[in-house]
């Protein structure tokens, strides 16, 4: 280890900036934020710094740096583009035995500022030692998303409560055990929605009394596959879960993102395996919840489009079972962002209908003559098998056979496929190249677009690719 990672206390503290510029002036504001008692060294001073000296914030010293400044100072940061100055500072502060930076100089460097996830009193510093910057901050953008807003909030509840455990539970391991129960109990989520009263309420009852777990069920929307289009909530809920119920419309990849240790149920819902009956989806979740479980049911898509959430979510609230909804990006959005189609377009479509090519019950027939205008596209659902169907009633209602059309197979996935041709071509097309579920049908003049717009202006009528649309300059 080339550094040791330590939190330094710096309250009131004196600690020295030499220079006067924008760099110096960033430095100072991380030890403003830790409260040391800061002194600015430098001949010139930019505006921020001398007004932040006027508001009794740092001091100023209008002088060029000489060794004396150093004496008494803990910490000592060397910001000046002059490397005679920066080495003198680097040298004063070494002949002290005080910790010592020079900017962008990394063997000048006692001390670094890492990279840093803020959830206050929650802090987590990542540091390559100098020796790939943007790499750590990649990482740290990447625990930024992971880390939920509200840990910090969660911490200070803690430590708000932490007296009064240690009065209820004398040994290490109960009280040990009843941080497990709370981190694991519904006072996370809780905080998670600003339930400030809810959450202390709920700390005294845990208190109190010994519970059994609360159990809670989150709908969670994982989009059309490409598991980056994860919303950072849906990751969270995935990784807090003790059981993750799915279907075969969530991707492998997205599974390889839940919780190591959850226990994993596939109810299944895709043509030709061996599907659990929607009846006992929902009783299953019902019953884990009641068990105290925390139950993650992932969902293609978006839950509330053709996904049979708004079914679950009644079973759960018509059983007093607490529950989170967490959307996602539908297929719809994903596959015509991934093939190049914008679903709207000023001079093709006015309009977006979501539409699925599967009904329920008999005599839910579609209203065709509306779905037949044009200046408008048709997303289609579980179109696949009804493609003939669909593609003679829009033909019977008026659409013109030469409407341009796209489908869309495993949108957004390392496997996406999008096969162009028209209206009267559609059910053809689909036979053709054998397209398999999932895949939606996109019926419209945007379709065309794909052509234009699709990743680095394929144009062939089959395309096999699944990347956003990215413009390099
Ligand atoms: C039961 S519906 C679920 C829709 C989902 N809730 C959503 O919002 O996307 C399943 C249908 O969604 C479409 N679909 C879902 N994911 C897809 C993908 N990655 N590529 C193409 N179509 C997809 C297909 O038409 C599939 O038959």
Redesign the pocket.
């Known amino acids: 280890m080339q550094y040791l990672p330590i939190f330094t206390k710096l309250d009131d503290k004196p600690v020295l900036v030499v220079g006067g510029g924008d760099v110096a002036l960033r430095k100072c504001h991380a030890f403003l934020k830790a409260r040391a008692n800061v002194t600015v060294v430098a001949p010139e001073f930019c505006d921020e710094l001398v007004s932040l000296a006027s508001e009794g914030k740092l001091s100023l010293i209008k002088e060029y740096f000489d060794t004396h400044h150093v004496l008494g100072m803990m910490l000592i940061i060397a910001a000046t583009d002059n490397e005679a100055v920066n080495k003198a500072v680097f040298d004063a502060a070494n002949n002290q035995n005080i910790f010592v930076n020079v900017v962008d100089d990394q063997p000048k460097c006692g001390f670094i500022f890492p990279s840093i996830v803020d959830r206050n009193p929650i802090t987590i510093a990542i540091s390559s030692a100098g020796t790939a910057p943007v790499l750590a901050r990649r990482i740290r953008e990447k625990l930024e998303a992971l880390i939920p807003h509200h840990t910090g909030a969660l911490a200070r509840l803690a430590g708000d409560f932490r007296d009064q455990v240690k009065a209820r539970f004398k040994s290490f391991s109960e009280r040990r055990q009843f941080w497990e129960r709370v981190f694991d109990s519904s006072v996370v989520s809780k905080v998670q929605v600003g339930d400030q009263i809810g959450a202390e309420q709920q700390m005294h009852d845990l208190l109190s009394k010994t519970l059994q777990p609360e159990g809670e069920v989150y709908i969670v929307?994982a989009g059309?596959?490409d598991p980056e289009l994860l919303t950072i909530k849906a990751l969270q809920l995935m990784q807090q879960a003790d059981v993750v119920v799915y279907d075969y419309?969530v991707s492998d990849e997205i599974m390889e993102l839940v919780r190591r240790d959850a226990d994993l149920v596939c109810v299944g819902?895709k043509a030709g395996h061996h599907s659990v009956k929607q009846e006992d989806t929902n009783q299953m979740l019902v019953d884990f919840a009641k068990q105290g479980k925390k139950v993650c049911r992932i969902?293609?898509?978006?839950?509330f489009?053709?996904?049979r959430g708004g079914e679950e979510v009644q079973i759960l609230a018509n059983h007093d079972v607490k529950y989170q909804i967490v959307p996602?990006i539908?297929?719809?959005a994903?596959?015509s962002a991934y093939a190049g189609i914008p679903l709207t377009h000023r001079d093709h479509a006015q309009a977006i209908q979501f539409v699925t090519g599967h009904c329920k019950k008999e005599g839910q027939e579609l209203d065709w003559r509306g779905l037949a205008q044009s200046n408008q596209t048709l997303a289609i659902?579980?179109?696949v098998i009804k493609s003939p169907h669909i593609q003679a009633k829009l033909l019977e209602h008026g659409r013109a056979p030469e409407t341009p059309i796209a489908i869309?197979?495993?949108?957004?996935?390392k496997s996406q496929r999008v096969v162009r041709g028209t209206l009267s071509e559609l059910a053809a097309k689909i036979e053709q190249h054998q397209i398999k579920?999932?895949?939606?049908l996109i019926i419209g003049e945007v379709a065309a677009l794909h052509e234009q717009l699709a990743w680095f202006g394929q144009t062939e009528q089959v395309s096999s690719f699944a990347q956003p649309i990215t413009k390099v300059a």
């Open positions: 929307g059309p596959g419309l819902k969902k293609g898509g978006d839950p489009i053709y996904g996602g539908t297929a719809a994903g596959c659902y579980m179109g869309v197979e495993n949108g957004t996935r579920s999932p895949a939606l």
